[in-house]
């Protein structure tokens, strides 16, 4: 490629767009991290220096995602499909929905098996219950050990009593 082709070509419009999301993403991290108190404690890190690490790193990765927009060709994307897209984010908006009434462990076990379905698990017989597994060893973990609270339906209340 000659210079003067170089010169002429156009920047990657889809790496641009994701350069400037991740700007903006940072953006809103910085602005909220500006309302956390900055109350250093005994290690010298306040409640706001992890979210100003994070927004650092998109703003970098922002300018990096950018400079390679102009840089590198643009390169033959494959086309997305909606199909697995739409699983994932209907298992998130069902477990959102599900986590009041039905609990940690049941809601979890339909993300999780709503997620395997849209990587090619077909058999949600199947996964649902190894979700229900792996949900309750989280849900143990987190309740059990660590004593932190996940909202609780009749499978944690049954397990655990409350």
């Not at 000659?2 to 993403?25: Q, W, Y």
């Not at 909220?32 to 703003?59: E, H, K, M, T």
Request: net charge positive; proline share 6%; no cysteine.
């Amino acid at each position: 490629m000659t210079e003067r082709t170089a010169s002429k070509r156009r920047p990657d419009g889809a790496a641009l767009i994701v350069a400037a999301v991740l700007a903006l993403l940072a953006v809103v991290i910085f602005r909220d991290a500006a309302s956390l108190p900055q109350q250093r404690g005994y290690s010298g890190v306040g409640p706001a220096d992890v979210p100003r690490w994070i927004a650092w790193a998109l703003l970098g990765l922002s300018g990096w995602t950018a400079v390679a927009a102009f840089r590198d060709a643009p390169t033959a994307r494959e086309p997305q499909a909606a199909g697995p897209i739409l699983w994932i984010i209907g298992g998130l908006v069902a477990q959102l929905a599900l986590l009041g009434f039905a609990g940690f462990i049941l809601a979890t076990g339909v993300l999780f098996a709503t997620v395997a379905r849209a990587f090619g698990k077909r058999n949600l017989l199947l996964t649902f219950p190894i979700g229900l597994v792996f949900s309750l060893i989280i849900y143990l973990l987190f309740a059990g050990l660590l004593d932190l609270s996940l909202p609780a339906g009749p499978i944690e209340r049954l397990l655990l009593g409350d």
